[in-house]
């Protein structure tokens, strides 16, 4: 059972590192608004008839004061007709000719229509212009848009699309179909705490991605066999950071502890493994995690933490070691042992002890430690 989570673990990390992410493009309407859309959806947010832009519209203006918001690649087609940015200063128009006055007939007035932007903007322009204002998106004032009948429809997943009514028995033959389906749903759970609703039906895809319908199934893995429990432990393990390997395994035990799981006992059984490999490598009952050198109320001291390895209590215990400068040059041989009394140490409990020394300077370290002597609450003795 520990190797299928292994795999699955790797499998749902090998697939979530897989995913990419589009970047967002920034879009504009003539009315001065803005959209961040994903640069998969530019093409259908700029298509005609949208009003939505690539580039910032433009301001332009009209002799008689009046000013509009065009598309920038228009510019030059309303110059065409009479507008112009305000930078720029219009030609003047040139002076009409005389024109002579017929005694008959009568000339025609030049009939004008009234057409309108999207931005409401209403202009008049002459009736032989009309067809070059509706190619920059103007229409006739005085018309009215047809839309064709839509009607919505889902799929069986409860997608939802809005189609033209006459495709209507085209989607019902796909299975889609007039009213919301309801979509059975549930919560799923992954060793590393996330959690996610997903469609009933799907459920068997999550599982095999290492996702579990019970939280506590999900948190037990995570903490037997996520990189905070076994997987972590035996990583350090294997680098003999052993003092890391054990805070990992603690940690799952106290996590799950209190509960009927199944891998209580197999994390316990693996603490006495680490800890038996551990006792190995320190040939003592104790294990000397670290040390500093300080200065105290006028005393020059060196200060060690060191934890319990054993199964057994123990009551007292000897070392001998060297201080000894940067370089590793030995500047202080304790040919005297240093000891440790009435600790009543619980198994795997952590302390702390200090004592004098000559030579406390933050640069030293300790090299040539050994644990000589321990002396068990039950009077037994460990000594080297």
């Given at each position: 059972?520990?190797?299928?989570?292994?795999?699955?673990?790797?499998?749902?990390?090998?697939?979530?590192?897989?995913?990419?992410?589009?970047?967002?493009?920034?879009?504009?309407?003539?009315?001065?608004?803005?959209?961040?859309?994903?640069?998969n959806e530019v093409e259908a947010y700029t298509a005609e008839g949208m009003g939505w832009f690539l580039n910032k519209p433009v301001e332009?203006?009209?002799?008689?004061?009046?000013?509009?918001?065009?598309?920038?690649?228009?510019?030059?087609?309303?110059?065409?007709?009479?507008?112009?940015?305000?930078?720029?200063?219009?030609?003047?128009?040139?002076?009409?000719?005389?024109?002579?006055?017929?005694?008959?007939?009568?000339?025609?007035?030049?009939?004008?229509?009234?057409?309108?932007?999207?931005?409401?903007?209403?202009?008049?322009?002459?009736?032989?212009?009309?067809?070059?204002?509706?190619?920059?998106?103007?229409?006739?004032?005085?018309?009215?848009?047809?839309?064709?009948?839509?009607?919505?429809?889902?799929?069986?997943?409860?997608?939802?699309?809005?189609?033209?009514?006459?495709?209507?028995?085209?989607?019902?033959?796909?299975?889609w179909v007039k009213t919301k389906p309801v979509v059975k749903k549930m919560m799923v759970y992954s060793y590393d705490g996330q959690s996610?609703?997903?469609?009933?039906?799907?459920?068997?895809?999550?599982?095999?991605?290492?996702?579990?319908?019970?939280?506590?199934?999900?948190?037990?893995?995570?903490?037997?066999?996520?990189?905070?429990?076994?997987?972590?432990?035996?990583?350090?393990?294997?680098?003999?950071?052993?003092?890391?390997?054990?805070?990992?395994?603690?940690?799952?035990?106290?996590?799950?502890?209190?509960?009927?799981?199944?891998?209580?006992?197999?994390?316990?059984?693996?603490?006495?493994?680490?800890?038996?490999?551990?006792?190995?490598?320190?040939?003592?009952?104790?294990?000397?995690?670290?040390?500093?050198?300080?200065?105290?109320?006028?005393?020059?001291?060196?200060?060690?933490?060191?934890?319990?390895?054993?199964?057994?209590?123990?009551?007292?215990?000897?070392?001998?070691?060297?201080?000894?400068?940067?370089?590793?040059?030995?500047?202080?041989?304790?040919?005297?042992?240093?000891?440790?009394?009435?600790?009543?140490?619980?198994?795997?409990?952590?302390?702390?002890?200090?004592?004098?020394?000559?030579?406390?300077?933050?640069?030293?370290?300790?090299?040539?430690?050994?644990?000589?002597?321990?002396?068990?609450?039950?009077?037994?003795?460990?000594?080297?």
């Amino acid at each position: 059972m520990k190797k299928a989570f292994v795999s699955l673990v790797l499998v749902a990390c090998l697939l979530m590192s897989t995913v990419a992410y589009a970047t967002d493009v920034l879009l504009y309407a003539l009315d001065g608004r803005t959209i961040a859309v994903n640069e998969n959806e530019v093409e259908a947010y700029t298509a005609e008839g949208m009003g939505w832009f690539l580039n910032k519209p433009v301001e332009m203006y009209a002799l008689d004061g009046r000013t509009i918001m065009v598309p920038q690649e228009s510019v030059e087609a309303y110059k065409s007709v009479g507008w112009f940015l305000k930078d720029e200063t219009p030609a003047p128009a040139p002076s009409p000719e005389p024109t002579p006055v017929p005694e008959t007939p009568a000339q025609p007035v030049e009939k004008r229509v009234a057409v309108k932007y999207t931005d409401s903007t209403v202009v008049s322009v002459p009736e032989i212009h009309v067809e070059m204002y509706k190619a920059l998106g103007w229409v006739v004032a005085d018309e009215v848009e047809v839309k064709a009948e839509t009607v919505v429809m889902y799929n069986p997943d409860g997608v939802e699309k809005e189609i033209d009514v006459k495709d209507v028995a085209k989607y019902e033959q796909a299975g889609w179909v007039k009213t919301k389906p309801v979509v059975k749903k549930m919560m799923v759970y992954s060793y590393d705490g996330q959690s996610k609703e997903i469609p009933e039906k799907e459920y068997k895809t999550y599982e095999a991605q290492g996702w579990y319908h019970a939280y506590d199934a999900a948190v037990y893995s995570y903490a037997v066999f996520g990189l905070n429990g076994e997987k972590g432990a035996q990583a350090l393990m294997g680098e003999k950071k052993y003092e890391e390997a054990f805070l990992k395994v603690q940690a799952a035990i106290e996590k799950i502890e209190e509960t009927n799981s199944e891998y209580v006992p197999m994390l316990h059984y693996m603490r006495s493994l680490l800890m038996n490999d551990w006792q190995k490598a320190e040939d003592a009952p104790i294990a000397m995690i670290e040390y500093e050198f300080t200065e105290k109320s006028g005393n020059k001291l060196v200060i060690l933490d060191y934890r319990n390895i054993s199964n057994n209590r123990i009551q007292s215990f000897k070392v001998n070691f060297d201080i000894c400068a940067a370089d590793g040059t030995v500047i202080e041989t304790n040919s005297v042992s240093y000891s440790a009394k009435n600790l009543e140490m619980k198994p795997f409990e952590k302390k702390r002890c200090a004592w004098k020394v000559e030579n406390c300077d933050p640069t030293n370290i300790i090299k040539n430690l050994h644990v000589i002597e321990v002396v068990f609450s039950d009077e037994t003795k460990w000594a080297k």
